[in-house]
C-alpha cells in the first residue's frame, strides 16, 4: 500500500478512511480492497462498510471500539493489504438502445456528431469499473466512458428518468434502479432489476464489479421484463476487442 490514507472522524460513530483526492482505478481498488478486509476481520461493533471514490466509511459503535483502536486496526493491516482483480465479479447487462424508450439517445448522437449505432457501440464496447453505489439505492457508478460521447450533465435535469435507464454524463455511465428525476443522459433501458430490499445484498452490483452491456432487440427486452427472477449474467467473453 503506497497511499498514506487520511482518518477523519464523522462524527462520533463513522471513521472515514481517505486514500486520496481523485477518482481513479488504483484508489478505488484500494479502498474495496480494504473494505473487503476489514469485513473478513468480523470485528465486533461494526455496523456498516460504505465505498466511496475515494474513501471508506466504517460505521462502528463506541461501546464496542474506540475510533484510535480501530485506527491501530485499520493502520495494521494496511501494510500487507492486497488489492486483487481476480475475484472480481464480471456482470453482462442487456440493454435496449431505442430513441422512443431512451429519448436522450437521439440528443447524444447529435451532440457529439455521432450515429445512434456509434453511439450503441461505443458505449457497449468497454469494460466499466464500477466505483460505488449510491444516489439512489443500488445506483452504481460505473467508470470507463468513451471521450467521444462524454458530456456534461444536463444544465436543468429531468424531472423523470424511468426505471432501469441506462445513463450517461462525464466519462460515467449508470443505471437508475427507480424512477427518479436526474441530470444524466439516459440512452437504453434494461430488464434488469438492481435493488430489491428483500435481497441479501439487497443491491445487485457492488463496488470493484465489472460491467458491460450487451445490446438486445425489442422483443427480447419484453420477454427478459416478464421474467421476476434477477436477469443478470457472468460474463465469460473475455475483455470487448
Known amino acids: 500500500m503506497s497511499a498514506s490514507p487520511r482518518f477523519l472522524a464523522n462524527g462520533d460513530t463513522v471513521m472515514v478512511v481517505e486514500f ?11 479502498v474495496t480492497a480494504l473494505a473487503t478486509h476489514i469485513n473478513s476481520l468480523g470485528l465486533n461493533g461494526i455496523n456498516d462498510l460504505v465505498p466511496t ?8 459503535d463506541p461501546t464496542y471500539l474506540s475510533f484510535d483502536i480501530l485506527e491501530e486496526i485499520v493502520r495494521t493491516t494496511l501494510p500487507d493489504l492486497k488489492v486483487n ?10 440493454t435496449f438502445y431505442d430513441p422512443q424508450m431512451s429519448p436522450d439517445l437521439m440528443e447524444v448522437a447529435e451532440r457529439c456528431s455521432l450515429s445512434i449505432e456509434e453511439v450503441i457501440s461505443l458505449h457497449s464496447q468497454v469494460a466499466y469499473h464500477v466505483y460505488m453505489i449510491g444516489f439512489l439505492p443500488g445506483f ?13 450533465r444536463k444544465e436543468t435535469p429531468s424531472l423523470r ?12 455511465t449508470a443505471i437508475y434502479p427507480n424512477e427518479s428525476p436526474g441530470g444524466w443522459y439516459a440512452i437504453g433501458r434494461t430488464p434488469m432489476t438492481f435493488f430489491d430490499p ?14 458491460r ?4 432487440k425489442r422483443d427480447e427486452f419484453d420477454h427478459l421484463s416478464d421474467q421476476s427472477e434477477h436477469l443478470a449474467e457472468q460474463d ?4 470487448p476487442t
Open 236 to 239: 465469460t467473453s473475455g475483455p
Open 20 to 30: 486520496g483526492e481523485g477518482i481513479d482505478l488504483k484508489t478505488s481498488s484500494q
Open 198 to 211: 428483500l435481497n441479501n445484498p439487497p443491491a445487485l452490483l457492488a463496488p470493484g464489479d465489472q460491467v
Open 140 to 152: 452504481p457508478y460505473l467508470g470507463g466512458l468513451a471521450s467521444k460521447i462524454s458530456l456534461p
Open 85 to 94: 482483480h481476480h475475484g472480481r465479479r464480471e456482470w453482462l447487462i442487456p
Open 161 to 172: 428518468i424511468p426505471e432501469r435507464s441506462v445513463a450517461i454524463a462525464e466519462r460515467m
Open 53 to 60: 471514490f475515494r474513501s471508506l466509511a466504517i460505521h462502528y
Open 213 to 216: 452491456f450487451k445490446p438486445i
